[in-house]
């Protein structure tokens, strides 16, 4: 069986501390050879926003993906971060294997 | 392939957040995913964002139930927490293991005979995040 997916959610803003979590998670699923997401938002598009030298590092182990909707509310350009300007459709995980691990 | 069922656990979150949860609910369904969502404070207040996610996911089928659901929300594969939650810290046993990953400064609740507790520091060490990606239930971060 291949590795299953992980889609990390985060939520929370750079006060909570969960990117360094969520990036742990990253590293691991790139050690795996799993594919791995992270979709930021609501704070969590400030995460990123607070670590942008993190966010680089974490580009290398998956896809970063930001929500739009959350990025325009709170003033993040996602684009400069190198993150994905994505939607509500990249929270949603594709099968029932995924791994899902949500920082809310 | 089968689409997942999550349920998504709103606790003591300012109202911003809890529209937001349940906007997130919403974007959950939008691969075919069935969603339940557990308001478990009952001081929960939503705005008209959240009212409005409400009501697109009772139209659609997808429950949104009070305190009284969380304890069998960790009955399903996939779970997603907002906030800190009060509930009991016992649950009962859903015939699968749930990896509970808790916070500084939160507890778990509903954990059931079997589950796995880990009290998290700054940041995941690499044995506990392969804990993550190896376990073979669902994942609750408290």
Do not use: K, N
Request: aromatic share 2%; with cysteine; glycine share 10%.
């Amino acid at each position: 069986m291949p590795p299953r997916r992980v889609l990390v959610i985060l939520a929370t803003g750079p006060e909570a501390g969960d990117l360094a979590r969520a990036a742990a998670l990253l590293g691991a699923a790139h050690r795996r050879g799993a594919p791995a997401t992270l979709f930021a938002m609501h704070h969590g598009v400030r995460a990123l926003a607070a670590e942008p030298a993190l966010v680089r590092d974490l580009l290398d182990h998956g896809d970063v993906i930001g929500c739009a909707t959350s990025a325009d509310l709170h003033g993040v350009d996602l684009a400069a971060l190198g993150v994905q300007i994505g939607s509500q459709h990249d929270h949603a995980p594709r099968a029932e294997h995924d791994v899902l691990v949500a920082f809310a | 392939m089968t689409a997942p069922m999550i349920t998504v656990i709103v606790g003591a979150v300012d109202r911003d957040t809890a529209d937001e949860a349940l906007r997130g609910a919403v974007g959950l369904t939008l691969r075919g995913a069935r969603v339940r969502v557990v308001l478990a404070d009952p001081a929960i207040e939503l705005g008209p964002r959240g009212e409005r996610a409400r009501a697109v996911l009772t139209t659609f089928g997808h429950p949104v139930v009070g305190a009284a659901g969380l304890a069998d929300a960790l009955a399903s594969p996939a779970i997603e927490v907002w906030g800190p939650v009060t509930g009991p810290a016992d649950g009962p046993d859903h015939g699968r293991p749930t990896l509970h990953l808790v916070r500084p400064g939160r507890a778990p609740v509903a954990v059931s005979p079997g589950d796995t507790v880990v009290h998290l520091g700054p940041s995941l060490d690499d044995e506990r995040a392969d804990l993550v990606l190896s376990f073979p239930g669902p994942v609750a971060v408290w």
